[in-house]
């Protein structure tokens, strides 16, 4: 069973950085993309940052400009960078993983991590 392990949530003030970072591991297959969704107390789920494993980005609109993500394929790890963090920024990040084993595609996710932006 693939394994996400999150690191780097905590409290920080409006303005403020973090980065977060999660590593995969047990892994059967290639790993297509990585990224970052978030869930507010109250509201969906919703995608903050992807990276294909070519390295191509996509990132929610609230984001950008604030928020960076890369990955190490190496070590099968992805980080997100953010920036000038807001109050709305607050939630449950979650690190995503999409894996391809034959021709089938799965979906895992990590326990999630609480990022909370408050002075």
């Known amino acids: 069973q693939v394994q996400l392990v999150e690191s780097g949530g905590g409290l920080v003030q409006p303005g403020g950085s973090l980065r977060l970072s999660c590593a995969a591991s047990?892994?059967?297959?290639?790993?297509?993309?990585m990224g970052w969704y978030r869930q507010a107390p109250g509201k969906q789920r919703e995608l903050v940052a992807t990276?294909?494993?070519?390295?191509?980005?996509n990132y929610a609109d609230s984001v950008k400009g604030r928020f960076t993500v890369s990955r190490d394929n190496a070590k099968n790890t992805v980080y997100l960078q953010m920036n000038s963090l807001k109050p709305e920024d607050t939630a449950v990040y979650y690190c995503?993983?999409?894996?391809?084993?034959?021709?089938?595609?799965?979906?895992?996710w990590g326990q999630g991590t609480q990022i909370t932006v408050s002075s």
């Open positions: 995503n993983a999409v894996i391809q084993k034959y021709e089938r595609i799965y979906n895992y």
């Open positions: 047990r892994i059967i297959g290639s790993i297509n993309a």
């Open positions: 990276i294909t494993s070519g390295g191509s980005t």
